[in-house]
């Protein structure tokens, strides 16, 4: 099975990422976590980036806030779908995630919401689940549970309104 590569811009970001490392745990995802930044790192980045298919990952997630260029050089390095995750610092968010969805064309990043650790890791599921009967099994079961949920929910309600009006 092909890694996850999850990096972060600052150590600031763990509380959001620690989300990433739970659900890649769930579904038994190998992954590897580093600091690295776009501005500070550079060429660690690059290098990192540029290095990822050949060390055995199949996607990169990468989360910052404010300037959030990371995912972009990472971008920039690799052929691999990179995922990203505005983390919300500086006005809510809303900087890195300009940052990151305002790529140029020829250097995609998929982003997902600010602070959004779980449909990063979801995505990142999903994609190596393209080529692995096993995660695409764990992704359908994780969506009928979801599903099956909100039915339940439903049901409850439906009999709290029977209930109120008799």
């Known amino acids: 099975m092909k890694k996850v590569a999850v990096i972060i811009g600052s150590d600031t970001d763990l509380p959001v990422i620690d989300k990433v490392f739970k659900k890649l745990k769930d579904f038994d995802i190998p992954f590897e976590a580093h600091i690295m930044s776009a501005h500070r790192t550079p ?13 055995g990952f ?11 260029h990371l995912a972009g050089v990472v971008a920039a390095n690799t052929t691999l779908p990179v995922i990203a995750v505005p983390i919300k610092s500086s006005l809510d968010g809303i900087d890195a995630l300009l940052a ?12 997902v919401a600010i602070d959004g650790a779980d449909n990063a890791a979801i995505l990142a ?3 190596l689940a393209v080529s692995d009967d096993v995660l695409e099994k764990k992704i359908t079961a994780m969506k009928l549970n979801m599903a099956e949920n909100v039915m339940q929910k ?4 439906q009999e709290r309104l029977n209930n109120n009006q008799n």
């Open 43 to 55: 060429s660690i980045v690059m290098d990192f980036a540029a290095n990822a298919r050949k060390n």
């Open 58 to 68: 199949g996607v990169v997630i990468a989360a910052a806030g404010m300037a959030a």
């Open 100 to 111: 990151m969805v305002q790529m140029p064309p020829g250097i995609p990043v998929a982003t």
């Open 125 to 127: 599921t999903q994609i």
């Open 154 to 157: 439903d049901s409850k309600l």
